[in-house]
């Protein structure tokens, strides 16, 4: 595995529902994202922390809110979604935002909004 | 601005063939080029990276890029297709200036056919 893991792998809510996704990262690393993945479409990205400060927020709706309260950990929180933020959130780290640096991604959460 | 075309949704090659899998890229200044590959089920990992340099870049399972700047292009090659090399590729792209967050194509399928 890659050292970063996710929290839920699959997760069902409605609509009304708060729910959130955990990300950890195991390799030291000092950057943190994440993305959203559909089908037949480019990986988007939605939010990046270095040294736990948010540098970059895609433009993401105010329904996902993220957290980063250490380097090691991440979080998305989720309220209000609506079907179309159905996908799959992929968490990734690397050890620096600047330079080639190579990502390392989680498994991803499969989330389903009904 | 940045971007990453990846032109074929799906890619056919029998097992012992040789397999390309094309990339064009659009950025400012010179690229840091990437591939990744997905398995179903998993996250994103590694295969290989263009910093600078030969322009032929090995990677991970056999796996090579050939960074061709006149045309802007860092196609994925392997001279001989397994089957279990099947899953989902994604070239991506950053400016080795200005913004250090990757673009991402919204990658192409890799069927390799017994």
């Known amino acids: 595995e890659t050292g970063v893991t996710q929290t839920p792998r699959h997760l069902v809510m409605g609509m009304t529902n708060k729910k959130s996704l955990k990300c950890e990262q195991h390799l030291g690393h000092n950057a943190m994202y994440w993305y959203k993945q559909s089908a037949k479409k480019p990986l988007e990205l939605m939010f990046v922390y270095n040294f736990k400060e948010q540098t970059e927020n895609n433009s993401v709706p105010s329904r996902f809110s993220p957290e980063c309260p250490n380097s090691s950990h991440l979080f998305l929180h989720l309220h209000t979604l609506q079907p179309e933020d159905s996908a799959l959130y992929l968490c990734?780290?690397?050890?620096?935002?600047?330079?080639?640096?190579?990502?390392?991604f989680g498994p991803g959460t499969r989330l389903l909004v009904l | 601005a940045q971007s990453v075309a990846q032109p074929e949704d799906q890619v056919n090659v029998a097992e012992g063939n040789p397999l390309t899998v094309k990339c064009t890229y659009s950025v400012s200044g010179n690229p840091y080029l990437f591939w990744y590959v997905q398995y179903p089920n998993r996250g994103l990992q590694f295969l290989l990276k263009y910093i600078t340099g030969d322009n032929l870049v090995k990677g991970s399972y056999g796996f090579e890029a050939e960074f061709n700047k006149s045309q802007t292009s860092f196609h994925l090659k392997k001279p001989s297709a397994l089957v279990s090399d099947s899953a989902l590729y994604f070239c991506?792209?950053?400016?080795?200036?200005?913004?250090?967050?990757?673009?991402f194509g919204r990658g192409t399928s890799l069927i390799v056919h017994p």
């Open positions: 991506a792209v950053r400016a080795t200036g200005g913004s250090y967050i990757p673009t």
């Open positions: 990734a780290s690397s050890q620096d935002p600047a330079g080639a640096e190579t990502q390392y």
